[in-house]
């Protein structure tokens, strides 16, 4: 395509700041998003968007981008390099580890972000040339001990039918900020109005949602366990469990009733500080409900406890029989899985930490680096990701950075991670190529979007799928003879290639893992538009027609070959599966389709509770501080602008009005927070949504942007204050919203 010039055309596209990728209208005026507006002909958002959507300029055109290679020389500067020297030295490199230490040697980061995972589907191939084996990604910051109880339960992900549910639960979980909920305000405020349905809070913050909910449980900061145990206590103490679904539907109920029937309910509401009275009520609430959903998210998923919360949640909604009917809990279909949901517990080579989902937990990559064990990692690739800023403890990764052999960073910035890279590859923008997200996680109606570009890459830029098929070129991981079959099948048209391609996979086993770059490299050039980026999304069609075959065609696609030629041509999104409510069950994994609810690990977690410490501060430091918490206007770090922030440029530090009073402090204030591993100065915000003892500081701040001196920090980076040591004894998840601190006048 060309560039464009001003024009009043609308472009769809859809936004990249959080997983619901809402259907965008944008009007260009040269390479700027002049007007963007929320596209109401698309199939999830239907029109909606919020306003950080409305601010993509400033990801598109705010931040100093990267137009060639660059490779480190020995005294730390950058040299420019083109792109053949840049590709020919990278595959050498990594080639020169894969020899000499084994390609498990080679730790693979990142993958996309919110909205641009096309370039992680195409890293496989080079992962299994190279023989790399380990990885890990920002969902391993949050998801991987839900997963693992996930795996144990219903065998995947749930998703809650907010829209129909009588009774609405979040838990650690803003929706009117951080979104997650598709068309979040919409239907928060529809929740809040509708007099027979209830919404249920829990979070030691007055948060927005909180404002808007029937009943908020304002748990200590680190308690939302004990009361969990205790609402589940009550459901078992006063029989308000939905037998007939157990009955029909489970195993193991007895077993977690009489674990939770021993519950101290007075207790454990005094320890996570919610009247107990409070607790019954909203108990029953949950069990005298036609419909219940949860949806638990960072607030816990990154606190103390957090697997055994996640385990919690479920067996409120399952012990309730809320389940595979409208307004409650659902499976859902995938374009393709994110992670492996998988019960059994694989171990990273050298400390041994849990592979929950196949990815190793991000608090321990530093650990895996940082020592002289044979077994250490040599090498990391990192793409579309800025793990030295959003990992705990950024001095002990940029330690690990320093410790490797080779860094190769894939991004459209010279960000915080790529400073401390030898090799960065410059990336096209989201909006400058095909791309998709794999946030595929609704029920019955699942959507896809693939995204065309807006504008053409900058020059010296490349798409992230090209990128990896130069060095796997360079590397001469496929034959010259196998790729012309495959190019000279394609050229005959679909079903013959889709023969030769299956044929080819079934007489090399080999190729299994490459076959990503296969289609890139000979169905890739037959896609109209250019779009060569969308080869893999026809093997993905494939795999929907082979297991959601029924629910496709209710889709309204008759096979594998409609439903890719929908998603290349709809420009708002496609439904590519449509399920019935009674179809849920299918998706168990179960042979006799019965939920399992007893997980001999996790009950013995529940049953030390009794001795598990509630409390984690201590007197040097008294304060519990969340580390990215999300505001109206917080964003992920892929806004390299700080001119976007109309409100709270700096990113206060949230303090209780009685904590402040007796520091000395008001707002407008600085301030010193001091934790184990670090210190920083934030401006101070008095605000009464904050309990006393708890402070929070915003995420997506603390960036080094480049300006005519060097670089400029706004904001704190709350990762020099948080420690890689706390972290979930079970999935290894930090304690990002959990960190011991010190707060004092600067």
Not at 98 to 105: L, N
Request: charged content about 20%; hydrophobic content about 40%; proline content about 6%.
């Amino acid at each position: 395509m060309t560039t464009p010039t001003a024009t009043e055309a609308w472009h769809k596209t859809a936004c990249i700041l959080c997983e619901n990728n809402c259907g965008l209208l944008i009007q260009l005026e040269d390479r700027r998003f002049a007007k963007i507006r929320g596209d109401k002909d698309h199939v999830a958002s239907a029109g909606y968007t919020c306003n950080k959507a409305l601010r993509l300029d400033h990801y598109q055109n705010g931040a100093t981008r990267l137009t060639t290679p660059l490779r480190r020389e020995p005294d730390g500067t950058f040299t420019e390099i083109d792109w053949h020297t840049a590709i020919s030295e990278v595959a050498a490199r990594l080639t020169d580890i894969q020899r000499t230490h084994g390609g498990d040697k080679i730790f693979y980061y990142g993958g996309g972000g919110q909205g641009n995972h096309l370039g992680g589907a195409y890293s496989t191939a080079l992962r299994r040339a190279l023989g790399s084996r380990y990885r890990s990604s920002a969902l391993a910051q949050e998801k991987t001990g839900e997963g693992w109880v996930d795996a144990h339960l219903t065998g995947g992900h749930t998703t809650g039918d907010f829209e129909h549910a009588e009774v609405s639960i979040f838990l650690g979980k803003n929706p009117w900020q951080s979104h997650g909920v598709p068309r979040a305000r919409t239907v928060l405020q529809q929740i809040a109005k509708d007099p027979a349905r209830t919404m249920i809070v829990i979070d030691p913050v007055r948060t927005e949602t909180a404002d808007l909910a029937d009943i908020h449980l304002q748990v200590r900061p680190g308690t939302d366990a004990w009361c969990l145990a205790a609402l589940l206590a009550i459901l078992v103490r006063d029989d308000l469990l939905d037998h007939t679904f157990l009955t029909e539907h489970t195993t193991g109920s007895d077993t977690v009733a009489t674990d939770l029937a021993h519950i101290d309910i007075p207790a454990y509401a005094d320890i996570c500080g919610v009247p107990e009275n409070l607790l019954r009520t909203t108990a029953r609430s949950i069990a005298t409900a036609r419909s219940v959903a949860t949806y638990e998210d960072l607030g816990v998923q990154q606190s103390p406890n957090s697997t055994l919360i996640s385990y919690l949640n479920k067996l409120l909604w399952l012990l309730t029989g809320n389940f595979a009917k409208p307004g409650a809990m659902q499976p859902h279909s995938w374009m393709a899985p994110l992670a492996g949901y998988r019960r059994e517990i694989k171990r990273s080579p050298v400390t041994g930490a849990p592979l929950l989902g196949g990815m190793l937990p991000c608090n321990a990559i530093a650990e895996e680096i940082n020592t002289d064990h044979p077994d250490r990692f040599r090498a990391m690739i990192i793409e579309s990701a800025n793990p030295a800023h959003s990992l705990a403890d950024s001095t002990a990764f940029r330690d690990a950075l320093h410790a490797l052999d080779l860094v190769v960073v894939i991004d459209i910035a010279l960000t915080e991670t790529a400073r401390h890279a030898d090799y960065v590859l410059p990336a096209a923008s989201q909006f400058e190529k095909w791309e998709a997200t794999f946030f595929n996680l609704e029920f019955p109606h699942n959507t896809f979007h693939l995204r065309a570009p807006l504008l053409d890459p900058l020059p010296g830029t490349l798409p992230e799928p090209e990128i990896y098929a130069r060095l796997l070129r360079e590397l001469r991981a496929v034959s010259r003879g196998k790729l012309a079959l495959l190019r000279a099948a394609a050229k005959l048209g679909r079903r013959p290639y889709a023969w030769t391609f299956a044929a080819m996979l079934a007489t090399d086993k080999t190729l299994g893992g490459l076959a990503p770059y296969l289609l890139y490299e000979t169905l890739g050039p037959t896609l109209p538009h250019g779009a060569r980026s969308a080869a893999v999304l026809w093997a993905l069609a494939h795999r929907v027609a082979k297991v959601y075959p029924a629910a496709m065609r209710r889709a309204g696609h008759h096979n594998a070959d409609a439903l890719f030629d929908a998603i290349l041509t709809s420009r708002s999104g496609v439904t590519f599966t449509l399920d019935d409510y009674d179809d849920a069950w299918n998706y168990l994994p179960h042979p006799d389709k019965r939920i399992p609810l007893a997980i001999p690990q996790l009950l013995h977690a529940l049953r030390e509770l009794t001795t598990t410490p509630a409390t984690h501060t201590t007197a040097e430091f008294p304060f519990v501080l969340a580390a990215g918490e999300r505001r109206a206007f917080t964003a992920n770090t892929i806004f390299r602008d700080d001119t976007w922030r109309r409100r709270d440029p700096h990113g206060a530090l949230r303090l209780n009005p009685d904590d402040a009073a007796r520091l000395g402090l008001t707002t407008g204030d600085r301030a010193r927070i001091t934790t184990r591993r670090g210190s920083a100065i934030a401006t101070v915000e008095t605000n009464d949504r904050m309990q006393p003892g708890h402070a929070s500081l915003p995420n997506g701040l603390g960036l080094d942007l480049p300006t005519a001196n060097g670089t400029h920090r706004t904001g704190v980076a709350a990762n020099e204050l948080t420690d890689l040591t706390w972290r979930d004894a079970i999935a290894g998840t930090p304690w990002h919203k959990h960190v011991p601190a010190r707060i004092e006048p600067a």
